[in-house]
C-alpha cells in the first residue's frame, strides 16, 4: 500500500493583506455577469448567422421563383431593366406585365402595359419617334415572340405595329399597339439586345 502525503498548504505572500470571503451575493453577481458576457460572446453571432441564413434563403427561393416563371409577370420590370431595354413605361400605366429571357446569343424583354395618348407619345417619346412612325395593321412582333408569351395578334384595323432598329449595342425594340379603345392604348413591346 502506498501512503499519500498531504499537499502542504500554501499561505499567502508576505506583506499581502488577506481578503475576506466571498459573500454568497457577490459571487452569484459575479457568475451572472460572467454567464451574460458568454451569451452575448457566443449567443449574438450564432442569433445573426440564423437569421441571416434565413435571409439568405428566402432570397435564392424568391430568385428561383422569379427565373423559373415561364410567361409574363404581373409587375413593373426594374428600373435597370427598362433602362437597358429602353422600355420607358410611362408613369400611371395600368395592367404592367412582362418577362426576360437571356441565353448567350440574345437577350429580350417582353412587356405589355395599358397607357393613355399622352402616356403613349410619352413611351415614344423615349425612343425619339412619334406615334406617325406606327403603322397601321403592321404585324411588328413576329409569331416565335408571340408564343413565347401568349399573345395572339388578329391584326386588323385598330393595330398598330414599329420596329424601333438602334445601333448596336441599344436593343431593337418591335411594338405592337392596341388602339381599339383609343383613350386607352394597349402597348406590348419585345426588346432585344446583344450581349
Known sequence: MTATTPIPHQSSPVGEPQRPPESRGRMIRRRTLTLLIIVL?????????VISANQSRDSGRLKEAKYSATGLTSAWPSRVQRRLY??????GATGVAYYETNNWKTSRMYAQFTTSEAGLTEFLGALKVTQDALKQADLAINARDQQVVGWNFAVGSTWYGLVHTQKNPAPTLDIMVDKSVPEQPRVYVVSRTIP
Open 86 to 91: 429602353h422600355v420607358a413605361i410611362p408613369k
Open 41 to 49: 460572446l457566443i449567443g449574438v453571432p450564432a442569433g445573426y448567422l
